[in-house]
C-alpha cells in the first residue's frame, strides 16, 4: 500500500508549486512596461575612424573622399541612402535638384575629411606614446601631404604645420606640452565637423519630404470649418508661400508627410492643431482641428489659385484664423 504520509508531501509540493507559478505569472503580468527613452543614434565615430585608419590617411593623394564614402564610410555610419543616392546614375537635373544632390555631395566630403582629421589625430596621440623614428617620419609626411587638403577652406593650417614640426621633433616634455595643444585644436575641428555633417546627412531625407510637402500645399485654399463646440460654420481663405519664404502668420510648424498634413498654429488665441489628408489629386484637403479652448471640428479645404500670383510673385503665407 502507499504511504500516506509520501502521497500528502507529493500533493502539497503540487501545490505549492502550482501556487508559486500563479503567483509569479501574476508577478510578470502586473510588471509595470518599460518607459521610453530618447534614442541614441549617433554612430561610434572614433571605431569607424579607426577600422579606416589606411584610406583615410592616404586621402586625398590615393583614393577619393566622395568614393570611400559611397561604397564604405555611408552605410558603416547608418547612411546607405544617402551613399546610393549619391552614387546613382541617370539623374535628370530637376530630380538631382529635388533631392538636394550638390549639398549632399558637399556634406559626404566634408564628413569624410572631418573623419581623416579624427585619424589623424588617433594616430598622433598613439605616436606620441609609443612612436619609433620611422613612424615619426611617416607621420611627417602624411601631414605634409594632407595639409593642403584639410586646411582648404578652414583654420588648421597652423595646427597641422605645429604638428608635423614636433611629430619630426625629438620627444620632450615642452614638445609633447606643444603637440597636445595642437593636436586639441584639429579634434575640436573634426569633432564639430563629423557631428555636424552627419546629422545633416541623417536628416536629408526628412528634408526632402519636407520639400516636396511644401511644394504640394503651396497656394490659396479656401476652407470651410464646422466648430463642433458652439455649432459654427466658416469660411476663411488659406494660404501657403512657396519653400523657404518666412512670415509672422505661418503656421508655427507644418508637417507634410505623402498624403498626411499636420499643421500647429500658435496665436495669442492659444494653439491649434489641424489634421488633414490630400485628395482629389492633391486639390482638395480634408481633415479636422482641436484647439487648446476646446474647439473641436472637420475642416473641408479647396485649392483656388496656385502658388504665384497674377504679378508672378510668391505669396506670403498667412491664414484668416478660424
Request: hydrophobic content about 40%.
Amino acid at each position: 500500500m502507499p504511504n500516506p504520509r509520501g502521497c500528502l508531501f507529493v500533493v502539497a509540493c503540487c501545490v505549492v508549486t502550482l501556487l508559486t507559478s500563479s503567483i509569479a505569472l501574476r508577478a510578470e503580468e502586473a510588471s509595470p512596461p518599460p518607459k521610453p527613452t530618447l534614442a541614441n543614434r549617433l554612430p561610434a565615430f572614433p571605431d569607424v575612424a579607426k577600422a579606416n585608419a589606411a584610406q583615410l590617411s592616404a586621402l586625398p593623394a590615393q583614393g577619393d573622399a566622395l568614393s570611400l564614402f559611397k561604397t564604405i564610410i555611408g552605410p558603416q555610419l547608418g547612411l546607405g541612402d544617402a551613399a546610393m543616392t549619391i552614387g546613382a546614375k541617370g539623374l535628370t537635373p530637376t530630380m538631382s535638384q529635388e533631392l538636394l544632390i550638390s549639398d549632399l555631395t558637399r556634406a559626404a566630403n566634408e564628413l569624410v575629411r572631418g573623419l581623416a582629421a579624427w585619424q589623424l589625430v588617433q594616430a598622433t596621440r598613439d605616436l606620441d606614446t609609443s612612436g619609433t623614428a620611422e613612424s615619426r617620419q611617416e607621420m611627417h609626411k602624411r601631414i605634409e601631404a594632407q595639409t593642403a587638403w584639410l586646411s582648404d577652406g578652414t583654420t588648421l593650417a597652423t595646427a597641422l604645420e605645429r604638428v608635423q614640426t614636433l611629430t619630426a621633433a625629438a620627444p620632450t616634455e615642452e614638445t609633447a606640452t606643444l603637440l597636445g595643444g595642437a593636436v586639441a585644436q584639429i579634434e575640436a575641428w573634426a569633432l564639430d565637423t563629423v557631428h555636424r555633417e552627419w546629422f545633416r546627412i541623417y536628416n536629408w531625407k526628412d528634408q526632402v519630404r519636407q520639400q516636396r510637402g511644401l511644394v504640394r500645399l503651396c497656394g490659396t485654399w479656401q476652407w470651410s470649418i464646422h466648430n463642433h463646440q458652439n455649432h459654427r460654420e466658416e469660411k476663411t481663405a488659406v494660404i501657403f508661400a512657396p519653400p523657404g519664404s518666412v512670415s509672422g502668420t505661418s503656421p508655427a510648424e507644418i508637417i507634410v508627410l505623402g498624403d498626411s498634413v499636420y499643421l500647429r498654429w500658435e496665436t495669442r488665441a492659444g494653439v491649434q492643431e489641424d489634421s488633414l489628408l490630400f485628395s482629389g489629386e492633391g486639390q482638395r484637403l480634408e481633415g479636422t482641428f482641436v484647439n487648446s479652448a476646446g474647439g473641436w471640428g472637420s475642416i473641408t479645404g479647396k485649392r483656388t489659385a496656385t502658388c504665384f500670383n497674377d504679378g508672378g510673385k510668391p505669396t506670403s503665407p498667412r491664414r484668416q484664423h478660424h
